[in-house]
Structure formats: structure tokens, C-alpha cells
């Protein structure tokens, strides 16, 4: 594997552990859902009532989106909820069902003040699956990015801030601008299913100054509905030489919206 680019990995983990020491220094330890104290640890967790109210998946899961199946699947197959699409990713895990508890927090997690959530969230997505995603022998990670725009727009950026937490735990490189969104497409959730494919069409293209050969590269987001744009942006890694592409999500979800 050929991973090249002018950033430094010693700044990077640098800058990461500057943040959470100071995360640490302005919030005392509490639940990150319900700001109830928490004994020990840091900010970025959950009280124990908190996770009994999280609907997890549990094994086994489905390789196409990460959600739970009644027995194990054979090789290749996938859920009803998948319908059998192709994926353009070869793997997927994902923390649980975008519903309840952990739809608001992700809803809360996309919010200029909900960077805490979102880091709560990625840490235990890494607690449930970090052992399997090891075992995949990852060699990078990379978010799947926003347009500028929309950055700017929210003032967050979730996908981003749960793949730092995740690649610093996994003690993979975490490499943010691998992708890029060549154009502002509209957001998924207002469009039908059935346009979702057409809307991130060569949405997304390798970032400047990058080589990408024959690498596993762990692709994450915080919401999988239909896969049309984790699809595209497993296409674009794909075609720039990765061997295999891993989605990690927090949310899986089956409404469409």
C-alpha cells in the first residue's frame, strides 16, 4: 500500500490530543446525551441509563450496511433491506438504527455545539466494532467530506469528527481531505431513492496531492439510508487504485429520509 501527502501524521495526532485535552479542561465528566455527572472518564461518553435506552445492533450483522440479520449471511449476500444492490464498498458496520435516542443524537451531532456528541458517538462505534475493524487491517481513514459550502453553512462537520476519533483509536492515519466534493450537490434527503444516484454522480474526486495504491481505506459517515453517496465515494477510492473500501456509519437508516 502507497499512502502520499504533505501533511505531517506527528501534527495531526498532536492537534487531536490538544483537543481532547482541552474538551476535557471545559467539560467536567458527564453524559454526553444527558449531562447527567459521570464518575470517571472524559465528556465524550455515555452514562450506562443512557446506553440501555440505545437500540445497537448486535451479531450478526449484515455485510452490506452493518445492521443486524437473524442467522449469518453466506459470503456475498446481503439483507432485505439492502435489496441486493451492488455496494461499491466490500464491508459495512454501523452502531444502529437511525431511530430514537440515536437519531437525535446524530441530529445533535450535525450542530455547531454537538461536536461532543458526535465524538461520544465515534467512541463507541470503536468500542463495539474496533476488534473487527482491526482485523481488516485498515491502512487509512478518510471521511466522506462536505462541500465547502455546506461547511460553512453548518459550521460542523460530523463525518470528519468521528473519523478523527476513529482512526486515533484504530492508531490508523486519518487522512481528511483524501476526497473531495467536486461540486454542491442538492442534500439526499430531499430528493426520491430513485434520483439519489444521479445526484452524487462524480460528485467526489481524489484530493490534491495524494497517491492511493492498493490501499484498505476505511470510509466514514454518519448516515447509511440508500448508499448512493457512500457508493460514489467508494467508486472514486476505488478507481484511484484502493484495493478495498470498509464503511463504518453510526446510523443506518430505512425510511429514505
Known amino acids: 500500500m502507497t499512502l502520499w501527502h504533505h501533511a505531517s501524521k506527528r501534527w495531526l495526532k498532536a492537534g487531536l490530543a490538544g483537543r481532547e485535552r482541552l474538551l476535557e479542561m471545559l467539560f467536567p465528566p458527564s453524559c454526553a446525551a444527558c449531562h447527567a455527572p459521570i464518575a470517571q472518564g472524559g465528556p465524550a461518553q455515555f452514562c450506562d441509563d443512557c446506553l440501555e435506552l440505545f437500540d445497537e445492533f448486535r451479531p450478526p450483522f449484515c455485510a452490506g450496511c452493518g445492521a443486524s440479520v437473524p442467522v449469518d449471511l453466506p459470503e456475498g449476500h446481503t439483507c432485505g433491506h439492502c435489496h441486493g444492490e451492488r455496494r461499491r464498498y466490500n464491508h459495512a458496520v ?93 442534500p439526499q434527503t430531499s430528493l426520491a431513492p430513485s434520483g439519489r444516484d444521479q445526484n452524487v454522480r462524480r460528485a467526489f474526486a481524489l484530493g490534491a496531492g495524494y497517491q492511493l495504491q492498493s490501499a484498505h481505506v476505511l470510509l466514514v459517515d454518519d448516515i447509511l439510508t440508500t448508499g448512493a453517496t457512500c457508493n460514489a465515494a467508494a467508486r472514486t477510492l476505488r478507481r484511484a487504485g484502493a484495493k478495498s473500501v470498509t464503511l463504518a456509519v453510526i446510523g443506518r437508516s430505512y425510511s429514505g429520509r
Open 94 to 186: 454501523a452502531l444502529g438504527p437511525y431511530e430514537g435516542l440515536l437519531r437525535d443524537l446524530l441530529l445533535r451531532a450535525k450542530r455547531p455545539q454537538g461536536e461532543i456528541v458526535a465524538l461520544a458517538l465515534a467512541e463507541r462505534l470503536v468500542e463495539l466494532h474496533g476488534n473487527e475493524l482491526r482485523e481488516r487491517e485498515i491502512d487509512v481513514v478518510c471521511p466522506v467530506p462536505m462541500h465547502w459550502r455546506r461547511r460553512i453553512r453548518r459550521m460542523a462537520n460530523c463525518p470528519t469528527t468521528i473519523a478523527d476519533v476513529v482512526a486515533r483509536r484504530l492508531q490508523v492515519p486519518l487522512a481528511a481531505g483524501l476526497l473531495r466534493r467536486r461540486r454542491a450537490t442538492r
